[in-house]
């Protein structure tokens, strides 16, 4: 069975620093694509990011770029995203999604995702 389990949200203040980790199992990932995105209140779910488990490329969006940096570690089969400078606006639920190799469309799109996380909590406060 596969899982993705997102671990370390929490309430932080602006300019605050958070690690989310988001740990896969119940099949290898490593051809796979790992994307986060979030999810604020009223809104629709949002690309943050995505490594490409393979080679390690990383794509951010530019809402976050310079501030969140996406990373894996193949031994522990996790994840993660640090996010720096947080600000007010970076609220949300964050989710961690993996998405099949090869695929022809935009990992930037949620549609481009198989397997979802439960999403973890993430308050900036001002």
């Known amino acids: 069975q596969v899982q993705l389990v997102e671990s370390g949200g929490g309430l932080v203040q602006a300019e605050g620093s958070l690690r989310l980790s988001c740990a896969a199992s119940?099949?290898?990932?490593?051809?796979?694509?790992m994307g986060w995105f979030r999810q604020a209140p009223g809104k629709e779910r949002e690309f943050v990011g995505y490594i490409v488990w393979r080679n390690g490329v990383t794509v951010q969006a530019d809402s976050v770029k310079g501030r969140f940096t996406i990373s894996k570690d193949t031994a522990k089969n996790t994840v993660y995203l640090q996010m720096s400078s947080l600000k007010p606006d970076d609220t949300a639920v964050y989710y961690c999604a993996a998405g099949a190799p090869f695929y022809s469309g935009n990992y930037r799109l949620p549609t481009a995702y198989d397997y979802w996380g439960q999403g973890t909590q993430v308050t900036v406060s001002s």
């Open positions: 119940g099949r290898t990932f490593l051809s796979y694509v």
